[in-house]
Nanobody
Framework: QVQLVESGGGSVQAGGSLRLSCAASGNIQSINVMGWYRQAPGKQREFIAR???????NYADSVKGRFTISRDNAKNTVYLQMNSLKPEDTAVYYC???????????????WGQGTQVTVSS
């Protein structure tokens, strides 16, 4: 199967920076989209950013200009550089990927377990 493991979360003051990483492992043939979502307490999970295998990116309006998504295809890893963090960025951040395995040969949707980001004012 496929596992997505996030790292890099933590606590930071407003205006600070954090870098999240998410590494995919398993019997992977290819990965199409890799992205990040977040869920704050009492709110629905929301889209933050995604990067397609060819390198094109999309961002939520709330993070444009502050967050940068990138990926290392050789390492099956996606990164989220978060700058100018605000208290409203506090949430659990989840990695998401569309992965094709050698067993199934169709893309499946996979999620990491999440990493907490806390921004204090």
């Amino acid at each position: 199967q496929v596992q997505l493991v996030e790292s890099g979360g933590g606590s930071v003051q407003a205006g600070g920076s954090l870098r999240l990483s998410c590494a995919a492992s398993g019997n992977i043939q290819s990965i199409n989209v890799m992205g990040w979502y977040r869920q704050a307490p009492g709110k629905q999970r929301e889209f933050i950013a995604r990067v397609i295998s060819g390198g094109s990116t999309n961002y939520a309006d709330s993070v444009k200009g502050r967050f940068t998504i990138s990926r290392d295809n050789a390492k099956n890893t996606v990164y989220l550089q978060m700058n100018s963090l605000k208290p409203e960025d506090t949430a659990v951040y989840y990695c998401n990927a569309a992965v094709k395995t050698w067993q199934r040969l169709v893309y499946g949707d996979y999620w990491g377990q999440g990493t907490q980001v806390t921004v204090s004012s």
